[in-house]
């Protein structure tokens, strides 16, 4: 995918490969109720404990019989209402009035929705002969009892718990929550609300991880705006480490960068300086804080730590591609490769080789045919364009400018980037 680099770049593959291997996922469980699971981690492999549906019953509202006597006229012996089953059972010549969800009544075979059916009195004719069988949901068509419905590592869905609650469970076990410390960097960042200094920004990417974040199955402690002073950054990074499971920090993890947070990282913990062949997001740091005596890194108390590019586009960018997959491989989850379609570029792409692109696109899909366009101003410091776009244009490592008509990679925004 991104085989030809620049030298000394890092590719990203090979970055988030790194993470992963480094990572260990938390085992810690609690039982949880239902209500409560949503984006949560599964503890545990989900059997089904019954049948769904429970029993034989009408897809129809119509009348039950048995399918040797649709020719004849039939007799209505009772009804079979959803959650009032007819006791009784059907002979030679009989029908039961059947609704939605009502069990087939023993002896029944067939259900005729009402539309096919003359009624008179207590007797009716068929005038669509149904097919054997026809209109009757199968117990356990839906789930079966004793097969796996989800298995330990699944994040939950609304569509899972409404599928749980179907089988009856209303508690789960789930894997704890990761505790993330979220802080950001520079003397010139200033808190939304706050009254605007010339050569101050507002500070966007606190605000925009911890919107992410929300996403995740995490408990975010929010460490604030740090300014660029090695005292403040010092028991800044302490107080994170004290509380978190990771640290997501931006800002300060450039190359050459005038501020202080590397020196203070490297006091206090092992952390990797990575230059990654990606666009945004070049600069990256990862690593463990907290030592043991003997120099080792604490892998099983530590705390990490992903250094972030402060520039927000870089930062939403390199949260999306390197933190989402490591805080859910953490937080015990497996997740999957991303999909990729392919897309007509509307229009020239341009590029530098040498790094993988996540350029911000907008796709559609006109009359069958895929086709994305750059969602404006390309830079990493530019926000606007990427609350617009709907994907990345993914431009391989080894390719250049992108010409109009050229077909590139696409990955449409999931919901841990939206
Ligand atoms: P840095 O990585 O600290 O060198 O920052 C790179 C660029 O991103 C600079 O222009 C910063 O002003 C900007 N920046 C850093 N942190 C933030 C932030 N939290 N919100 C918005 N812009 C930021
Ligand atoms: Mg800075």
Redesign the pocket.
């Known amino acids: 995918m991104d085989g030809c680099v620049q030298p000394g770049l890092l590719p990203v593959h090979e970055a988030l490969a790194r993470i992963i291997g480094a990572l260990k996922p938390i085992t810690v469980t609690e039982n949880i109720a239902l209500a409560d699971s949503l984006d949560r981690v599964l503890a545990e492999n989900i059997i089904a404990p019954i049948n769904v549906p429970g029993g034989d019953n009408s897809a129809m509202d119509g009348y039950a019989l048995r399918h040797c006597d649709a020719r004849q006229e039939l007799n209505v012996i009772g009804d079979a209402f959803a959650g009032h089953p007819f006791s009784g059972e059907i002979g030679a010549g009989q029908a039961v009035r059947i609704m939605t969800g009502g069990l087939v009544p023993v002896g029944a075979d067939t259900v005729v929705m009402q539309e096919n059916v003359t009624r008179n009195g207590n007797k009716i004719l068929i005038n669509t002969i149904p097919d054997i069988g026809e209109n009757i949901r199968r117990a356990g068509e839906d789930i079966a009892l004793g097969s796996l419905v989800l298995s330990t590592g699944h994040l939950l869905s609304a569509l899972d718990i409404g599928l749980l609650a179907s089988l009856g469970i209303n508690r789960l076990n789930v894997f704890r929550r990761i505790k993330i410390a979220l802080l950001?960097?520079?003397d010139?960042?200033l808190a939304p609300g706050a009254a605007y200094h010339a050569g101050k920004?507002y500070?966007?990417?606190?605000p925009l991880l911890q919107a992410l974040l929300k996403r995740l199955p995490v408990e975010v402690h929010d460490l604030g705006i740090v300014p660029d002073n090695p005292h403040a950054l010092r028991t800044a990074f302490l107080a994170a480490q004290q509380c978190a499971d990771i640290v997501i920090s931006?800002?300060?993890?450039?190359v050459g960068?005038a501020?202080y947070t590397k020196d203070i990282l490297a006091e206090l913990g092992e952390i990797n300086f990575w230059k990654i062949a990606m666009k945004p997001g070049k600069p990256f740091a990862f690593g463990l804080l907290g030592e043991n005596e003997s120099g080792n890194a604490l892998r099983t108390t530590g705390c990490w730590f992903c250094g972030l590019?402060?520039?927000?586009v870089s930062t939403a960018v390199t949260y999306h591609q390197l933190v989402v997959p490591a805080v859910r491989y953490l937080a015990g989850e497996n997740p999957g490769e991303p999909l990729v379609i392919k897309a007509i570029a509307a229009k020239t792409l341009k590029k530098q080789p040498g790094r993988l692109d996540f350029q911000r696109g907008i796709f559609s899909a006109n009359n069958g045919i895929n086709v994305v366009s750059s969602a404006g101003l390309q830079s990493s410091?530019v926000l606007s364009g990427m609350a617009k776009a709907n994907c990345y244009i993914r431009v391989e490592a080894e390719r250049g400018t992108v010409a109009e008509g050229e077909m590139v990679d696409v990955i449409l925004f999931d919901r841990f980037i939206r």
């Open positions: 950001t960097t520079g010139e960042l920004i500070d966007s990417n606190r931006t800002g300060g993890v450039s960068d501020d590019p402060g520039n927000p410091g």
